[in-house]
């Protein structure tokens, strides 16, 4: 950032009282190095302090109400009272800085307009104060997990050993999770220091938004049945309440900029779907913790969520002000408007995050372990299905939220982008509607339906829902054409230095990542890797076991085949045009392979995944291995169909594209016929008249007529 930009930051910064010294000259190569600065944080003393006090006020009493901080059971190990009331405000501080780092991230890489390819003075100063923030939350979440060790083992922290703390980062989830938030919050701090470009600003700010996730897939959430939900919706909910506050706080640091109007307008909008994910995701994950609906007022847990669901009601309403009031006062220059109503707005947040912290550390009426658990049920999170049956097959199902939530909104996007090219007089081929909403619907029932149930315990089961993910449901999403009607429907934002959705977008679709990845052999060989590299080594157990590795293993799924058939058959920019020919050899290079695995796959005599599928080994399964042969049977089989599709409309696009090349020339010839030029054709075929002729008088020798 220049000096310039340093004085018009200072400018739009009027309440800063701190001055900067100005840099003394310097030769012209230098002139646009980054200077150092200070400013205020936007916040008065007075509110800081009501902020905080709200977190901790209702923190505290939610512990009460909740039960979290009931007396020790005589004869059972206590770690002491300074664990006892240092781990909730450490894990409030823990999630207020992970908040607030992502809200300022957020905002200097999307919210904010940009200088160019860098990011706004503004932005700049927002990159560098998330770069703290990230350092503290980095040396927060380590003391939280020593905090973690010492209220787990029942032990005070200074009879804590090194070596404990170690292994409990190490082998427990929980520390592992601990640790892993710690290392990515410490490399979003250097990252954010690392240059000012936008595009880092995006990528620091897609990494800390996984930084928040490790910890929501520990806890309540995965100690009980039906984690399928649990863990998907609280991984939602706690996103969706991290861009919402964060954001909210970041806009108030820039609260004086000029620039601020626009952004509240972009950030009211992500706001407001926030709300809705952050919504609809509590719901989902109370109902599966309080397992009925008069838990709501018979427990201490259902309490605290009526609290939560309080909040949200306020704040929905402080939001419905934001759009009815403050933006039009922005608009008319009285920024002093949105500070006073914003202030207020992260009061009642803090007292939210205050009494989710509550509740994560209060017991839920449905105990989340016990001595009597149904093994099968931990393990699963349901217990042990009947033998199938095609009613069983697709009905039973079992939801989760990660894919009705991408399914839904795949559809709901796709489907007003429809609209709204109609709406400009554009039409879009119903025939691409029906592809992309056909294979999210495909998508979601594969998924969600009872076959996912039978997919957690039977190979067979589990390579029809890979054959499923990995060729139908991309072959069908690729012909939705998704990427051509985004760039069609998406709408430029009035300020050229704003990046939209479309602007970024356009960037993906032509980085050098994308190049990577859709080159045939890159895409040819993840394809092959899905398929030869899960199963013939120990990977499959190990993702089979972690909810969180399950979804990245069907996730991977849906994607190796989309980048597959989007180089095949895909007509959306961004792929490298390749010629028909080429493009027939690699799908048939890809059938061989997948031939050839279902081949190998059936002459497999040692059971795939022993330790998973012995552990859930259903008692109306003669044996594993006669279920394994099966899904390799499905393995080899499957495939025909789709290879078939693939090859006729690759066929077909030859055929078009070899008529499109003929009507060009024709085209070509017939304006040389009427101006009088010869065209290139009729150039060509002079030439080869010429050699015709040499060869039947060999005294002359053919020459290319010059021009």
């Not at 470009?197 to 100690?223: C, D, E, M």
């Not at 012909?479 to 300020?495: C, F, I």
Request: charged content about 10%; some cysteine.
């Amino acid at each position: 950032m220049s000096d310039t930009d340093s004085r018009q930051l200072a400018a739009d910064d009027p309440g800063n009282t701190q001055t900067t010294v100005p840099a003394p000259a310097r030769p012209a190569a230098t002139a646009t190095a980054r200077p150092r600065f200070t400013a205020s944080t936007g916040f008065g003393w007075l509110t800081i302090v009501a902020i905080c006090a709200s977190g901790v006020a209702l923190l505290l009493l939610g512990l009460r109400v909740g039960g979290a901080l009931a007396a020790a059971i005589p004869g059972l190990p206590d770690a002491g009272p300074v664990t006892t009331w240092a781990l909730p405000v450490v894990r409030l501080l823990c999630d207020g800085l992970a908040t607030v780092t992502v809200g300022m991230l957020v905002t200097a890489a999307f919210l904010l307009p940009g200088d160019g390819r860098t990011v706004s003075p503004h932005g700049y100063l927002l990159l560098r104060r998330a770069s703290l923030t990230a350092l503290g939350w980095a040396v927060v979440a380590l003391s939280l997990m020593v905090l973690t060790v010492s209220d787990l083992l029942g032990q005070p922290l200074e009879t804590l050993k090194p070596a404990t703390v170690v292994s409990f980062a190490t082998t427990i989830s929980q520390g592992q999770s601990l640790m892993l938030q710690a290392g990515l919050a410490l490399t979003v701090a250097l990252l954010a220091r690392a240059g000012v470009s936008r595009g880092l600003a995006a990528t620091v700010t897609i990494l800390a938004l996984i930084a928040v996730l490790p910890p929501a897939f520990t806890g309540h959430s995965t100690g009980a049945g039906n984690h399928q939900i649990a863990v998907t919706s609280l991984a939602l909910h706690v996103l969706a309440a991290a861009v919402w506050i964060g954001g909210l706080v970041a806009l108030l640091m820039v609260r004086r900029s000029r620039l601020l109007a626009e952004a509240v307008a972009r950030y009211s909008r992500l706001a407001l779907g926030c709300f809705v994910a952050v919504t609809v995701s509590g719901l989902a994950n109370a109902a599966v913790r309080l397992g009925a609906v008069d838990q709501l007022w018979q427990s201490r847990y259902g309490w605290l969520v009526l609290g939560k669901l309080a909040a949200l009601v306020v704040l929905s309403l402080l939001g419905a002000a934001h759009r009815s009031r403050t933006l039009p006062a922005l608009r008319a220059g009285r920024s002093w408007a949105f500070g006073r109503l914003a202030a207020g707005e992260l009061i009642v947040f803090a007292a939210t995050v205050g009494l989710a912290v509550a509740l994560s550390r209060s017991p839920t009426p449905i105990p989340v372990s016990g001595v009597d658990a149904d093994p099968i049920t931990e393990l699963l999170g349901f217990p042990m299905p009947a033998a199938p049956t095609a009613g069983n097959l697709l009905g039973q199902p079992l939801l989760d939220m990660f894919f009705l939530t991408l399914c839904a909104l795949g559809i709901s996007g796709y489907l007003a982008g429809v609209r709204r090219m109609r709406a400009g007089g554009h039409r879009w081929p119903i025939a691409r509607t029906a592809s992309w909403v056909g294979g999210l619907l495909l998508l979601a029932a594969t998924t969600n339906l009872g076959v996912a149930r039978y997919a957690y315990v039977l190979f067979s089961a589990h390579m029809a829902q890979h054959m499923v993910l990995s060729m139908l449901v991309p072959i069908l999403l690729v012909g939705g054409a998704p990427v051509t009607l985004a760039l069609r429907a998406l709408r430029r934002p009035a300020d050229p230095q704003v990046r939209g959705a479309r602007e970024w977008l356009l960037i993906a679709v032509h980085s050098p990542v994308t190049k990577l990845l859709t080159h045939p052999l890159v895409a040819l060989g993840i394809y092959t890797a899905s398929l030869f590299g899960l199963y013939f080594s120990n990977l499959l157990g190990v993702l089979m076991r972690s909810h969180l590795g399950h979804l990245a293993m069907l996730t991977h799924f849906v994607v190796a085949g989309y980048l597959l058939f989007w180089v095949l058959i895909g007509v959306d920019p961004g792929r490298r045009r390749l010629p028909h020919p080429l493009l027939v050899i690699i799908h048939l290079a890809s059938m061989m392979a997948h031939g050839f695995f279902g081949l190998v796959l059936m002459q497999t005599t040692t059971v795939i995944a022993p330790d998973w599928y012995t552990a859930v080994h259903p008692a109306w399964v003669s044996s594993l291995l006669s279920d394994q042969k099966l899904g390799a049977g499905i393995a080899w089989a499957f495939g025909e169909l789709p290879a078939v599709v693939v090859m006729i409309v690759l066929i077909r696009q030859w055929i078009r594209a070899d008529m499109r090349e003929q009507n060009r020339l024709d085209r070509a010839a017939d304006r040389a016929d009427a101006t009088r030029e010869e065209d290139d054709l009729a150039r060509y075929n002079a030439f080869l008249a010429a050699a015709g002729q040499a060869d039947s008088d060999p005294g002359r020798t053919a020459e290319p007529e010059q021009h």
